[in-house]
Structure formats: structure tokens, C-alpha cells
């Protein structure tokens, strides 16, 4: 019926704006020098296309994505600006914010798929990731990409602490890290996309981290907790 065609489409056209505001505040908040949060629901639906996600999961991964790291900025905490590494402590508390993101996924009117993809955007292919310790096929292939396409995105976008890396470094790391932190498959299509604008790097020269950022927090098997 046109009515409730038109209604709804009005929901989800409300809903994305919140989302992206959301999404604009995190990004603020973490420090990013670009549209981190945008940058990847592109690229994560991009990918989900490939593996032909029907049209209502893809709004969910887009949600999820736009909203991934909304747990981080509820929690608030200056470690997440701050150069050096963090402590184990800081390491327990910020594991936290899959969990506080998927509630605040839920208060922000995201669907239950969206506030699950948050939730398990941390967890691994080989079992070592958070909150949940989900391996493998346990982890919906929505959140797989969500993690694909946020390491990917991390690893060559800005942060105050630490310079972002060249394209080629990227798609290198994401290769070694397949079947250990990405499902295979994923970062295979991700290596695979056409030449879109997300898939470049936003790094900038090193000198003009430093003069932000004196202690540059350098890339660990670790890094991917942020
Ligand atoms: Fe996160």
C-alpha cells in the first residue's frame, strides 16, 4: 500500500540521518581526520553486494557500520586519544564497547541485526576476538565484513597518535592477517573491488602527526582491538 510504503520510507530516511550524526560525533570523538564511520558502510556494502546480502541485511550492515564504534564514544574515555600503548586494564575496559554499542544501537532505533553486528564487530575468525570468542561461521558474515572493512579502513585512515599506512601495506596486512583475524573469503573480495575512492589511503606525512601527537602508537597484533 503506498501509505505504508511511504511511511516507512520516511522511517528509514529518519533513521539514517540519526545515524549519520552519530556517526560524524564518533568519528569527532576517536579522532579521525576523515569520515571513518562513513568510509566504511561504503566500503562494507560494497562487499556485501558481492556476496549478494539481501537489500534489508545491507541496510543493517550500513547501520551497523555507520554506528560500530558508538560504544567508544558513550564510554568516553581519554586513553582512546592518547599516544603510547594502553595498559591491560585500559585493554579489559575498552573491550567493553561492542556490548555498550549494542545497546546504544538499540536506543537509537537500529534493528536487533544491526545491534548484533556492533556487538560481534571485534570477534575473529580464529576465535581470539570479543566480547563473545565466536569463530568462523558463529560470526554472521555481515559482522565478518564489518571487521574486514574496519581494519581495512583503520589501517589507512589518520588518527592523532599514529599515521595511517599506504594502500599497498594495507591490502598486504589484510592478506597475512586472513584465516587468523578475517574470514578469507572477505578480504578476498575486499582485495578484489573496483578502484573506488574508500578503498584509498588518507594518510598524511608523518611530520604532520608528530606535531599532533609527539608519541605515535605504532601498529601491534593488538591494534585491531581499536
Ligand atoms: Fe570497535
Known amino acids: 500500500m503506498p501509505s505504508t510504503i511511504s511511511s516507512s520510507r520516511v ?3 529518519l533513521e539514517a540521518k540519526v545515524f549519520r550524526k552519530l556517526a560524524q560525533s564518533t568519528d569527532e570523538f576517536e579522532g579521525y581526520a576523515n569520515s571513518h564511520a562513513e568510509r566504511i558502510a561504503t566500503l562494507g556494502t560494497e562487499i556485501g553486494r558481492k556476496f549478494s546480502l539481501a537489500s ?6 550500513r547501520a551497523a557500520a555507520l554506528l560500530h564504534d558508538l560504544g567508544e564514544a558513550t564510554m568516553g574515555r581519554d586513553y582512546i586519544k592518547r599516544g603510547g600503548e594502553l595498559s591491560a586494564d585500559e585493554r579489559l575496559d575498552l573491550q567493553r564497547h561492542p556490548i555498550i554499542g549494542e545497546q546504544e544501537v ?6 536487533r541485526a544491526a545491534q548484533l553486528i556492533v556487538r560481534w564487530h571485534h570477534e575473529w575468525w580464529n576465535g581470539s576476538g570479543y566480547p563473545d570468542g565466536l569463530q568462523r561461521d558463529e560470526i554472521p558474515l555481515a559482522a565478518r565484513i564489518l571487521r ?4 581495512y579502513a583503520a589501517f589507512t585512515d589518520q588518527r592523532p597518535f599514529r599515521r595511517g599506512k599506504t594502500k599497498e601495506s594495507a591490502r598486504e596486512l589484510m592478506a597475512e ?3 587468523i583475524e578475517f574470514d578469507p573469503r572477505v578480504v578476498e573480495t575486499l582485495l578484489a573491488l573496483g578502484p573506488i575512492a574508500e578503498l584509498e589511503s588518507f594518510a598524511r606525512p608523518f611530520s604532520e602527526v608528530v606535531e599532533r601527537a ?3 602508537r605504532e601498529w601491534t597484533m593488538f591494534s585491531s582491538f581499536r
Open 11 to 13: 522511517t528509514v530516511n
Open 56 to 61: 534489508k541485511d545491507l541496510q543493517s550492515l
Open 106 to 111: 538499540a536506543k537509537s532505533g537500529g534493528d
Open 148 to 151: 574486514v572493512a574496519d581494519s
Open 177 to 179: 592477517w586472513a584465516g
Open 214 to 216: 609527539p608519541v605515535e
